[in-house]
């Protein structure tokens, strides 16, 4: 794994390059980053306030920048929290959206991740997980701190 600041470096030959800079700071940031073109790319970036000029998404806004496959994930997970993964007795959820050639490879990452992936479907739906910025933020100043999440279908989960 190569991890790049904001002086940028190059991208080429990555299998999937991770957007996760200020969602304020994707044009900049990605100015800085040679060989993104084409890449298969996934958007973990937050936005707060307006949606990037132009777009319904900052996803989308990084799309039209790289030219590839683009999926957003990752955005609506706690980074202080990855480290507590593996000992959940079941996996916690990732919302995800992702054109379609994206699909495989982002939910390769949330399993290694340790997570469960939710696909909400293209890249349209980038916009919706960037609006639960609002939401997150509302329970994590609450009374649940940072938080894992899941859905499951009806008896998926036994053990009470
Ligand atoms: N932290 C979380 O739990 C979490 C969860 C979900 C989503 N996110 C989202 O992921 C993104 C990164 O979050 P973070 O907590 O990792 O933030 P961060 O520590 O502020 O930023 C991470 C990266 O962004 C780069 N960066 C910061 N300001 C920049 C700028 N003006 N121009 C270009 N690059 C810049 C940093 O470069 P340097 O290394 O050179 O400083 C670093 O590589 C945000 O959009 C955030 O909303 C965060």
Do not use: C, W
């Amino acid at each position: 794994m190569t991890t790049l600041g904001r002086d940028g470096g190059d991208a080429t030959g990555s299998d999937v390059v991770l957007v996760a800079i200020p969602g304020d700071a994707i044009a900049d940031g990605l100015a800085m980053v040679s060989g993104l073109r084409g890449q298969i790319t996934i958007d973990a970036s937050n936005k707060f306030g307006e949606r990037p000029t132009g777009f319904d998404s900052v996803a989308e806004q990084v799309k039209s920048l790289t030219g590839g496959p683009t999926a957003k994930a990752f955005n609506t997970n706690f980074a202080a929290l990855y480290d507590k993964v593996d000992a959940e007795t079941v996996p916690p959820g990732t919302m995800f959206a992702s054109d379609p050639e994206a699909r495989d490879t982002t939910e390769q990452l949330i399993r290694d991740a340790g997570f469960d992936p939710i696909h909400l479907g293209d890249l349209g739906q980038a916009a919706l997980l960037e609006g639960l910025i609002a939401l997150t933020r509302v329970l994590e100043t609450g009374d649940l701190g940072p938080f894992f999440y899941r859905f499951n279908r009806p008896g998926e989960i036994s053990a009470r």
